[in-house]
């Protein structure tokens, strides 16, 4: 889809690109025709005035030739029958006798004060004399001529100047539609890993209701187990449809929450109490740093939710035994740090760039936690609508850190006081 459409935006670019063009040199040659034509008019009309050329008798040397200067000019004076009585020739007039005769009948018959005699590619202007007519007249090949090089010339630029358009058009459209394809890929993605993930639950659910269904003379107590699982799986589901829901609306940016001040000292504190009880459950310790009144502009349930995503994941990967340590702080006078680090094995290096991506998990996650992948995805939201920073460190000595960068906000009321 996306190729097809970056062939159609390059065939249209292209084809008013050549429009354009094509008006374009048009316009030059109407222009350029007009001030050929303008000019020698110009020309005829002072050859008219000035009359300092040689005089010729016609019938004495009937093919007289002498070659050029610019837009060289034929004088005639002419009977009222269209015989000539003299020629005035400027030097280079390329007008042989016959031909001037024979114009000179046809502007007396024409009866006009200018005009073009095609047949003989001349242009002239007359005017009426009480004994006759005065003409000039000029050979206007050289404007043809002229025209015919700056179409070829408009030609060749308009040929190369597409051949450059749409090699340019060719780079410029794929690097703009390259977000678009992106974009385009992880929808694709996230639709065949959301359909993926529904699909788990739904089949066990269904061979569940299989089961009941083939006992039809049992009673609840006695299938118990399966309604137990099938219930385990609907609440699987049903957290899989609300994470999903949570990163449409971000997406769509619909119901954006209400940016308040928000104590984030407090907030950080208590969610780590919460699941001090979870962390002593499994033998892990958990230590606790966190700088007294920091506080930050943002959604206190989105801020909530963002801790305990990463207090859940860093209490899943600690490992029997292990550690856990949760950081706030001052970075400096605009922004304060949070971290939440765990023991445990550390994420691979070819990983750690994919974990803020939906249903991405690893190998280590996908062998010993259960999950879908979407609640770093889900943080990484939250921290973007803040318009703060997330990110994730991870080795053999120091475990996995993750670390979220967010703007700080003095307390009106300490500042008050102060």
């Known amino acids: 889809m996306i190729q097809k459409l970056h062939h159609k935006f390059v065939r249209v670019n292209l084809m008013l690109a050549a429009l354009v063009l094509f008006i374009a040199c048009v316009i030059a040659c109407v222009v350029y025709g007009y001030v050929l034509k303008t000019a020698t008019y110009n020309a ?19 093919s007289y030739l002498i070659k050029v200067r ?67 007249i000029v050979n206007i090949d050289f404007e043809y001529k002229s025209m015919r090089n700056l179409m070829a010339l408009l030609f ?31 929808q694709r993605r996230f639709v065949a890993d959301a359909s993926h993930e529904l699909k788990t639950p739904l089949t066990v659910m269904l061979a569940n209701f299989s089961v009941l269904l083939s006992h039809p003379n049992d009673t609840i107590n006695e299938q118990r187990k399966w309604l137990i699982n099938s219930r385990d799986e609907a609440l699987n589901m ?9 990163l449409a609306r971000s997406d769509a940016a619909i119901d954006l929450p209400e940016m308040k001040l928000v104590h984030l000292s407090d907030l950080l504190l208590n969610s780590a109490l919460s699941f001090e009880a979870v962390a002593f459950d499994k033998d892990i310790k958990m230590n606790t740093q966190i700088a007294p009144n920091i506080y930050v502009k943002g959604d206190e349930q989105a801020l909530k939710q963002l801790i305990s995503i990463l207090l859940d994941n860093a209490v899943k990967y600690a490992g029997k035994n292990g550690e856990i340590n949760v950081k706030l702080f ?77 703007q700080r906000i003095e307390n009106p009321i300490i500042n008050k006081i102060k």
């Open 44 to 62: 005829l009309e002072q050859a008219m005035i000035n009359e300092d050329s040689r005089v010729i008798n016609i019938y004495e040397n009937p």
């Open 70 to 136: 610019y837009v060289p000019v034929a004088i005639m004076l002419v009977n009222q029958d269209g015989t000539i009585k003299e020629i005035m020739l400027d030097k280079g007039i390329d007008i042989t006798s016959d031909i001037l005769e024979q114009s000179a009948k046809k502007i007396v018959k024409r009866n006009s004060q200018n005009g073009t005699i095609e047949e003989f590619s001349l242009r002239y202007i007359c005017k009426k004399q009480d004994d006759g007519f005065k003409i000039a």
């Open 156 to 186: 060749i630029i308009w040929v190369f100047c597409m051949i450059a358009f749409w090699l340019i058009s060719r780079s410029l459209f794929k690097e703009a539609l390259a977000p678009v394809q992106d974009a385009w890929n992880k």
């Open 238 to 246: 049903q957290k899989l449809v609300e994470s999903l829901l949570i």
């Open 330 to 406: 001052k970075h400096d006078v605009k922004y304060i740090i949070m971290q939440v680090q765990n023991s445990g094995k550390p994420i691979p290096a070819n990983e750690l760039p994919h974990i803020f991506e939906r249903f991405y998990r690893g190998e280590q996650m996908r062998s010993t936690v259960n999950g879908h992948g979407l609640g770093l995805a889900i943080a990484h939201k939250i921290v973007q609508i803040h318009n703060g920073k997330i990110t994730a460190q991870s080795s053999k000595t120091q475990g996995t850190k993750m670390q979220v960068v967010l």
